[in-house]
């Protein structure tokens, strides 16, 4: 069966900060015209992260912004969101948040098969010399590569 996955947003930031561990993908709570919105693209994750509460994991930070056509039951743009993941990974991944430093941080808002879907990562954040070690890392691979398409 092939799948149709359109990408809608992306934090391109995220892989600049963080390390990222491991990745899950989660179905999102969404209300009135907020679908309308992410299948126009105007939406926003770069401020955005999770976090665990009451045994349920929300997102916070993440912008939608308002329907056009909407009616006076527009959507609030900054509103905390809830995720749909199973019980045992919530738990697990709680677990982790608390106990490793780590934290919960979305890579990428998509649509797939018709349901708004996030990628989350499990990250740790990097310090000021590793990220300089990765641009260090970065451009020497840019160089090699552009060496080798001249020889």
Do not use: W
């Not at 179905?27 to 926003?44: D, P």
């Not at 955005?48 to 916070?60: D, P, R, W």
Request: aromatic share 8%.
């Amino acid at each position: 069966m092939k799948s149709n996955k359109k990408i809608i947003c992306q934090n391109k930031k995220a892989h600049h900060e963080y390390f990222i561990e491991d990745t899950y993908e989660c179905g999102i709570v969404l209300v009135g015209t907020e679908i309308k919105s992410i299948r126009l693209g105007k939406v926003s994750i770069n401020e955005a992260y999770c976090h665990v509460k009451n045994g349920e994991m929300f997102i916070e930070g993440m912008h939608i912004s308002k329907y056009e056509l909407g009616n006076i039951f527009n959507h609030d743009p900054e509103r905390t969101r809830k995720l749909l993941l199973h019980k045992r990974e919530i738990l697990k991944l709680h677990g982790h948040v608390q106990r490793d430093g780590y934290t919960l941080v979305p890579l990428t808002v998509y649509i797939e098969n018709g349901k708004c879907k996030v990628e989350l990562a499990l990250a740790k954040g990097k310090k000021l010399f590793d990220k300089r070690e990765t641009l260090k890392e970065k451009s020497i691979k840019h160089d090699q590569e552009r060496n080798f398409k001249i020889n």
